[in-house]
Protein backbone atom coordinates (compact mmCIF):
# COMPACT_ATOMS: atom_id res chain seq x y z
CA UNK A 1 0.00 0.00 0.00
CA UNK A 2 1.64 3.45 -1.21
CA UNK A 3 1.46 6.57 1.60
CA UNK A 4 2.16 10.06 0.49
CA UNK A 5 2.65 11.88 3.68
CA UNK A 6 3.21 15.70 3.61
CA UNK A 7 4.01 18.09 6.10
CA UNK A 8 5.25 21.35 7.10
CA UNK A 9 2.74 23.80 5.54
CA UNK A 10 1.63 26.53 7.86
CA UNK A 11 1.27 30.54 8.14
CA UNK A 12 3.77 32.44 7.01
CA UNK A 13 4.27 36.35 5.92
CA UNK A 14 5.07 37.27 2.32
CA UNK A 15 8.66 37.33 1.65
CA UNK A 16 9.12 34.34 4.26
CA UNK A 17 9.53 30.49 3.73
CA UNK A 18 8.77 27.23 4.58
CA UNK A 19 9.98 23.60 3.54
CA UNK A 20 7.53 20.82 2.78
CA UNK A 21 8.35 17.75 3.60
CA UNK A 22 6.24 14.08 1.95
CA UNK A 23 7.34 10.72 3.39
CA UNK A 24 6.60 7.80 0.86
CA UNK A 25 6.01 4.27 2.39
CA UNK A 26 5.25 1.26 -0.13
CA UNK A 27 7.26 3.28 -3.36
CA UNK A 28 10.79 4.26 -3.40
CA UNK A 29 10.78 7.95 -4.66
CA UNK A 30 14.43 7.72 -5.99
CA UNK A 31 12.95 5.21 -8.52
CA UNK A 32 10.11 6.38 -9.36
CA UNK A 33 10.23 10.03 -9.18
CA UNK A 34 7.83 12.38 -7.59
CA UNK A 35 6.00 15.52 -8.20
CA UNK A 36 4.64 18.58 -6.09
CA UNK A 37 1.26 19.90 -7.41
CA UNK A 38 -0.28 22.66 -5.62
CA UNK A 39 -4.44 23.46 -5.60
CA UNK A 40 -5.94 27.03 -4.84
CA UNK A 41 -9.13 27.54 -4.46
CA UNK A 42 -11.48 28.36 -7.48
CA UNK A 43 -8.07 26.64 -9.78
CA UNK A 44 -6.82 23.78 -10.87
CA UNK A 45 -4.48 21.71 -9.58
CA UNK A 46 -1.10 22.33 -11.13
CA UNK A 47 2.48 21.45 -11.19
CA UNK A 48 5.04 23.35 -9.03
CA UNK A 49 8.14 21.01 -9.73
CA UNK A 50 8.99 17.38 -10.18
CA UNK A 51 11.55 14.89 -10.55
CA UNK A 52 11.89 12.16 -12.05
CA UNK A 53 13.63 8.91 -11.39
CA UNK A 54 16.64 9.91 -13.63
CA UNK A 55 16.53 13.56 -11.49
CA UNK A 56 15.15 15.89 -14.65
CA UNK A 57 13.36 18.48 -12.73
CA UNK A 58 10.18 19.41 -14.49
CA UNK A 59 8.82 23.17 -12.79
CA UNK A 60 6.68 26.23 -13.70
CA UNK A 61 8.78 28.81 -15.26
CA UNK A 62 7.51 31.61 -12.82
CA UNK A 63 8.55 29.43 -9.49
CA UNK A 64 11.90 28.56 -10.80
CA UNK A 65 14.20 30.49 -8.18
CA UNK A 66 12.09 30.61 -5.65
CA UNK A 67 10.96 26.88 -5.22
CA UNK A 68 13.31 23.70 -5.16
CA UNK A 69 12.79 20.13 -4.97
CA UNK A 70 15.08 17.82 -3.08
CA UNK A 71 15.04 14.43 -1.82
CA UNK A 72 16.91 12.09 1.16
CA UNK A 73 16.87 8.66 -0.56
CA UNK A 74 17.81 7.27 2.93
CA UNK A 75 14.89 8.44 4.29
CA UNK A 76 12.82 8.09 1.59
CA UNK A 77 11.51 11.23 1.62
CA UNK A 78 11.14 14.45 -0.77
CA UNK A 79 11.13 17.77 0.41
CA UNK A 80 10.01 21.57 -1.18
CA UNK A 81 11.83 24.40 -0.10
CA UNK A 82 9.72 27.48 -0.98
CA UNK A 83 11.23 31.06 -0.52
CA UNK A 84 10.30 34.39 -1.33
CA UNK A 85 6.41 33.06 -0.62
CA UNK A 86 3.64 35.52 -1.74
CA UNK A 87 0.00 35.49 -1.28
CA UNK A 88 -0.24 34.47 -4.72
CA UNK A 89 1.38 30.93 -3.56
CA UNK A 90 -1.08 29.86 -1.17
CA UNK A 91 -2.98 26.72 -1.80
CA UNK A 92 -3.15 23.43 -0.54
CA UNK A 93 0.19 21.69 -1.76
CA UNK A 94 0.22 17.89 -2.36
CA UNK A 95 2.80 15.44 -3.50
CA UNK A 96 2.30 12.82 -6.55
CA UNK A 97 4.12 9.79 -7.38
CA UNK A 98 5.28 8.80 -9.46
CA UNK A 99 6.22 11.52 -11.78
CA UNK A 100 7.19 10.86 -15.46
CA UNK A 101 7.24 14.42 -16.50
CA UNK A 102 4.19 13.38 -18.45
CA UNK A 103 1.08 14.33 -16.42
CA UNK A 104 0.30 13.30 -12.69
CA UNK A 105 1.09 10.18 -11.60
CA UNK A 106 -1.19 7.54 -9.20
CA UNK A 107 -0.77 8.61 -5.91
CA UNK A 108 -1.48 11.58 -3.89
CA UNK A 109 -0.80 12.62 -0.26
CA UNK A 110 -3.76 14.40 1.71
CA UNK A 111 -2.21 17.64 1.01
CA UNK A 112 -0.61 20.09 3.53
CA UNK A 113 -1.89 24.03 3.52
CA UNK A 114 0.25 26.87 2.71
CA UNK A 115 -0.99 30.42 3.39
CA UNK A 116 0.71 33.64 2.74
CA UNK A 117 -0.52 36.43 4.46
CA UNK A 118 0.37 39.27 6.65
Known amino acids: QVQLVESGGGLVQPGGSLRLSCAAS????????MGWYRQAPGKQRELVVG???????NSQDSLKGRFTISRDNAKNTMYLQMRNLQPEDTAMYFC??????WGPGEYWGQGTQVTVSS
Open 96 to 101: NAPHTG
Open 26 to 33: GIILSMNG
Open 51 to 57: ITAGGRI
